[in-house]
């Protein structure tokens, strides 16, 4: 995919996995999904996360929806779950897979990355990935083990130093703040709380798109 088409997807990158969730998985997906959002990312991990049989047949039934919509379907770290399903995509950290591996196992998937300063970010471009993650720009109690909160500095630093690759911001991203996110120079933001812990999903992947502007 060029620059520009995975730009467009990642408007709003809704991230979810079951323990993100209050009710079914799936009736979240499918109404964030009514509501607007560009690419979906697996994210099973954390405290009482599926694992086994289990968590591929969620990964699969809402691989399905996702299919259905023709949003594109990203795995988060678990290369031989995405390559089992035939993902769309996989999304991995710094202390994952790495990325040109990752390339080399999927072919023309989408590879992203989690970055946290410019030497990631080139050595992410270099190993052939399509986009990056940064963050958190807010601050999150998703992510245990999250960074340090760095607001927009690097993704600002990062256009200020004219490199045009594609940037999703991520971590403590609602209607209010994300096009703070944009304007910094993010191609769109990732999300998951603000969406799946919301009463309506569709409602507010409707605002974060409406917010994000493009
Ligand atoms: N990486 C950095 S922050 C974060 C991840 C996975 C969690 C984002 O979750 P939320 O609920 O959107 O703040
Ligand atoms: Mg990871």
């Not at 999927?106 to 300063?117: A, F, T």
């Not at 940037?167 to 969406?195: H, L, M, R």
Request: net charge negative.
């Amino acid at each position: 995919m060029t620059n520009e088409e995975i730009k467009k997807l990642l408007q709003v990158y809704f991230i979810m996995g079951s323990n993100n969730c209050k009710k079914d998985p799936k009736e979240v997906l499918k109404e964030a999904i009514e509501g607007g959002v560009t690419v979906f990312q697996f994210r099973e991990k954390g405290e009482g996360a599926l694992t086994g049989e289990a968590k591929y047949q969620l990964a699969k039934e809402l691989q399905q929806i996702c299919q259905q919509h023709s949003v594109p379907f990203v795995v988060n770290d678990d290369l031989d779950l995405a390559i089992r399903l035939q993902a769309d995509g996989v999304h991995i950290g710094q202390e994952d897979e790495k990325a040109h591996i990752v390339r080399e196992k999927i072919g023309k998937g989408i590879v992203g990355v989690s970055v946290h300063n410019v030497q990631e970010l080139q050595q992410a471009i270099k190993d052939g990935a399509d986009y990056v993650g940064m963050g958190p720009v807010f601050p999150t109690s998703t992510k245990k083990d999250a960074k340090a909160v760095q607001g927009t500095k690097l993704i600002e630093e990062v256009r200020n130093q004219n490199i045009d690759f594609p940037i999703v911001g991520i971590g403590g991203i609602t209607p209010e703040n994300a096009k703070q996110v944009v304007e910094a120079g993010a191609d769109g933001v990732s999300i998951i709380t603000a969406i799946s812990l919301a009463a309506s999903p569709k409602e507010k992947a409707a605002q974060l798109k409406e917010a994000v502007g493009k």
